[in-house]
């Protein structure tokens, strides 16, 4: 029977298949990643009550399809993927609960990086794919940062950031997206509107629509609220691109019920 469970373990971690190019490993660590972020946060009682100080070294591993398990580490020597952390169940009753899910966190980022690159490693990612691998890794927050809250502090604090220095940006445009430079005053060259579309996607990357909480993306039509300064899709708030244009100043939904001081 402890065979068998082993067997079953095995073929879990490492699945059916071999991602073999960028998308396909960066769709793998996702997976993994989602699975370990339910272990560490909806399931956290569960993931508790299975990591057993009296029992032996187990490990907290995630699969492709956002599954994860507590299990003894694999067998194989060597195995054939990175192990994750060993022992995580020996320090749960000695330290806060808080502070144990946040080092299990630590090395459960740790181990999903080593088996992304272990991927790009033995398929031979030259070196512009394992920069791609990783700006697309760098992309997501962090387990840590997730099971922490930081990665909300974080999003609260860029959106602040872009929604203040959009104000100050020398368009001073209350629009922005594919639309925006067909109704921009004055007109601009089309190399130029090429540079500042570049601009903008690396200025405003990580800002969020105030109504779905999407990010920004160059290719869709976006206004900022003149009351909270916000920025919205247009589509969230029902506003085209030529509405916009005859807009003098705009308030977003929340804003425009909100009732006016006495």
């Given amino acids: 029977m402890f065979i068998v469970i082993i067997a079953h373990h095995s073929t879990l971690l490492t699945g059916e298949y071999n991602p073999r190019t960028v998308e396909e490993v960066f769709r793998d660590f996702k997976g993994r990643r989602a699975g370990m972020i339910k272990a560490l946060t909806t399931d956290v009682e569960e993931f508790y009550q299975q990591c057993d100080p009296e029992k032996e070294n187990l490990c907290l591993y995630g699969f492709p399809n956002e599954l994860w398990e507590v299990n003894l580490p694999a067998e194989e020597v060597?195995?054939?993927l990175p192990e994750p952390a060993l022992g995580i169940n020996f320090?749960?009753?000695?330290?806060?609960?808080?502070?144990?899910?946040?080092l299990v966190a630590v090395h459960s980022d740790a181990w999903l990086l080593a088996v992304a690159f272990y991927f790009g490693a033995r398929f031979g990612f030259?070196?512009?794919?394992?920069?791609?691998?990783?700006?697309?890794?760098?992309?997501?927050p962090t387990i840590f940062e997730v099971v922490t809250g930081a990665a909300k502090k974080q999003v609260k604090?860029?959106?602040?950031v872009?929604?203040?220095?959009?104000?100050?940006?020398?368009?001073?445009?209350?629009v922005r997206g594919s639309e925006s430079a067909k109704y921009s005053k004055g007109g601009q060259p089309k190399d130029e509107e090429e540079g500042l579309d570049e601009v903008d996607?690396?200025?405003?990357?990580?800002?969020?629509?105030?109504?779905?909480?999407?990010?920004?993306?160059?290719?869709?039509?976006?206004?900022c609220c003149d009351i909270c300064e916000k920025w919205f899709h247009g589509k969230c708030v029902k506003i085209t691109p030529a509405r916009a244009e005859h807009i003098k100043q705009y308030k977003c939904p929340s804003c425009s019920n909100k009732r006016a001081r006495p």
């Fill in 78 to 80: 060597p195995p054939e």
């Fill in 91 to 102: 320090a749960r009753d000695g330290m806060q609960e808080k502070d144990w899910l946040s």
């Fill in 126 to 140: 030259d070196k512009a794919d394992r920069k791609r691998l990783f700006n697309m890794i760098n992309d997501l």
């Fill in 157 to 160: 604090e860029k959106s602040s």
């Fill in 162 to 174: 872009s929604n203040h220095s959009s104000n100050k940006s020398k368009s001073n445009s209350k």
């Fill in 201 to 223: 996607e690396e200025e405003h990357g990580d800002t969020l629509c105030g109504a779905c909480g999407e990010n920004y993306a160059s290719d869709e039509f976006w206004i």
